[in-house]
């Protein structure tokens, strides 16, 4: 009886097929209670031309014998299965078992966990399969598979801006690739890599932070990761290449349960591929496609003819409000809101063009002048009412406090009405504040970098903005001194501005807007905004509730749990813009800052391991004259070259590179010899970078300090704390023997720290010449130059 009813034109599905539906889900319903339940409900006629599905007798008991099977899953694999606070599971896989559920009545609960583990409860049976798995001979042994429910390509992921300029499989030799223990597929296509060299790790995040920190060079990905990481607020990673190889996710169900899988696969299929796509497009982020021209909304004829009659949509923008909006180097718009604007103008199927401006001020002079037909992350005023109109908010903020690290922000304006803020200049939140607070004093700055700088340096004690523009601002520019100190009750709408005067374009353009679905938002700011911040709730309102009912005490914990809270964010965002702090900027090595922290505990892991402890120090040769020659911009080149090559160079574990000045370097090694320390040198002589300041080479080239330290025995204590401050000493003073003697060379030594007896020498020391207690002498010197 099912298969007479179909759903393929949509209007008569509506009117006159609903008395047969209805007929028919009865029938279904008496004859069968336990069969499938019927296909999408109505509202999907329009979407769906897919019949409702017929199950053979076999499926239909098997379904009565188990209405829902449990498929295992990872844990961390956003956005396929996404488990929230309250351990509801969401994401794609979810979305595309709903659907089968609804064709099929075949009910599966997720259970996310340890990948590895779930994979063995398949072989135990204590569950009854896996979701998000790849067909694999090894599980075929004890599983059937279903047909793809989803086909993705693998790309390599690396760290922002490429460093390693990794291209194509063949810049992958030598390269440490970080994968994920029990990932059969990427095991696969990492074994097709020659020369590769692959670490493993237990989850999803730890390989997130090891290709953030430069512990690893790549991953692969096929938008999961990246998802993942961008929700963590680590938006530091980026696609590199296409790997060129198509990954298909499976169901699996164990083998003694054909039906099960038989029953998923009419699903799939009755779902269709488009149906998919569609879901793919709501949770994965470029570059996954997303479907072409399935979201287009309907407009009237009269709102198609405003449209064709005014041609490109003139677009006005803030030229510099990253990472809402700003302009490319070539000049065109990007940012949170141009990603937006092009989500809803693709559902309106036309094109905008973009009005150059140079300011704020100017943009809004213009929109003012009706020389703007949209202005985009505009905030909704009541004095911009006047010459814009609105569509529905895309982005509400929260406003936030920043003061220097240090300062103390008592969590309400009124306590500081003492101090002085600052805010950019045109910033709607202006008003807004000096409403609320009048006797606070805010002065304008022209732009969000004057603004952090001012706080960073100690003129003003504040400044307030919108959180993502403070932490992109942090990131982009280096202000680490700073922190994120409070959150403002007034929240920011963020919406597109249409001109006056165009009430159909409004329209229309306010419909493209709200068909843009939330995750999608969701995920295009996810993909900017590196902090991600938990609102804490808004107790104050309940604070007089509390004081009139005089329970206290209660308000008391409710106030420390509002606190607690408040705090725990901003401990979340301020690790995150910690960790920026150790990383030097320009060429993506640790910094000075960090060296600083690293050398002692190092020396003190040495020292406890009784092992050696390398340190080179290298200097660029004649570099001011590099720069007086060639210009600063083309000395931040060379930096970043020869950073590069130090992170190519140092890919053992326990390697550590460090910018530690202008145009010093440092590299930790718990395992080198002098040979390493040389053939950076030639490495970058190799570079072939013209110098013709240089009276050393015709190219630039490094001088180079290396020192074996050896610590003494410390069998019976711990290491002097004051060895470390020695070792960086001696490298120094050999960094500047190289210099001396002409510079392009090496000169190391090997240092023994203080033996608690003669002759008591570290293990890692007994095969390198050991001088006398703390003393260390040349062991080799290259005359390169
Ligand atoms: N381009 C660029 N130059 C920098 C940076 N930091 C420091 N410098 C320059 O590095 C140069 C270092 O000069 P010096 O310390 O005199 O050393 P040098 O010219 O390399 O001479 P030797 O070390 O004796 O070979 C100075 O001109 C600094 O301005 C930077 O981030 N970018």
Known sequence: MSQTIRCVVSDGCRSGWVALYALWLIAVTVAAPTSATPAAPLADCQAQSAPPVELTPAEQAFLRAHPVITLGTGD??????????????????????????????LRVR????????????TLSRAIDGLSTGVVHPERAEHLRFSAPYIRLQKYLLVPKGNPLNLQSRDDLAGRAIALHHGNLFDEKVASGLSHARILR????????????????????????????????????LQFAFDLNEPLELVFAVRDDWPEAISIIDKGLAAMGEDERTRLQARWFLSPLKSPAGTDEILLSDQERSVLEGLGPIRLCIDPDWMPFDGLTADGRSQGIMAELLNLAMARLGHTTQLVRTASWSETIQLARDGHCDIVSAVAITPERAEYLDFTGSLLSEPMVVVVREGA?????????????????????????????HPALVIATVPD????????????????????????????????????????????????????????????????????????????????WISVRYEQPPDLLRFWPWALALALAVLGVLVWNHHLQRLNAALRAANTRIEMLT?????????????????????????????????????????????????????????????????IQLTRRAGDLAFRTGGEEFAVMFTEASVSDAERLRVAVEGLGI????????????????????????????????????????????????????????????VWQAAAAEEGVVAPGCKSGPVASSNAWRHDRGSAAS
Request: proline content about 4%; glycine content about 8%; hydrophobic content about 40%.
């Open 76 to 105: 961390h694999w956003e956005p396929y299965v996404i488990v929230g606070e309250d351990g509801t599971v969401t994401g794609y896989d979810a979305d595309v078992l709903e659907r089968i559920a609804a064709l099929t009545g």
């Open 110 to 121: 997720l259970l996310p966990g340890d990948w590895r583990e779930r994979q063995e409860q």
């Open 201 to 236: 790790f237990d989850t999803v995040d730890e390989i997130i932070d090891a290709v953030t920190t430069g512990d690893a060079d790549a991953t692969f990905d096929n938008g999961s990761l990246l998802y993942r990481a961008n929700r963590l607020g680590r938006p530091f």
């Open 408 to 436: 103390r922000f008592e969590g309400t304006l009124d306590a500081h009405t003492h101090q002085r803020f600052v805010m950019v200049a045109g910033h709607a939140g202006i008003d807004m504040l000096r409403r609320a």
């Open 448 to 527: 969000v970098v004057t603004a952090m700088r001012a706080v960073s340096l100690g003129h003003v004690f504040g400044y307030i903005d919108l959180l993502p523009t403070v932490a992109y601002a942090a990131r982009e520019h280096g202000i680490l001194n700073v922190k994120v100190a409070g959150d403002l009750p007034q929240r920011y709408e963020l919406a597109i501005g249409v001109r006056k005067g165009l009430p159909l374009l409004h329209s229309s353009l306010s419909r493209a807007v709200a068909a843009v679905p939330a995750q999608e938002i969701r995920a295009v700011r996810d993909r």
């Open 582 to 646: 150790i990383t030097d900027g320009l060429t993506g090595l640790y910094n000075r800052r960090h060296f600083q922290e690293r050398l002692p505990s190092e020396w003190q892991r040495a020292a406890r391991a009784q092992r050696t402890l390398h340190l080179l120090l290298a200097d660029i040769d004649h570099f001011k004259e590099y720069n007086d020659h060639y210009g600063h911009p083309a000395g931040d080149e060379v930096l970043r070259q020869i950073g590069a090559l130090l």
């Open 690 to 749: 013209e110098h013709a300041g240089s009276v050393t080479a015709p190219v630039v080239t490094l001088s180079i300090g290396f020192l074996t330290a050896c610590p003494a025995d410390i069998r019976n204590g711990d290491p002097p704390l004051t060895d470390w401050d020695a070792i960086y000493t001696r490298a120094d003073v050999l960094l500047y023997e190289a210099k001396a003697r002409g510079r392009n060379q090496v000169v190391s030594a």
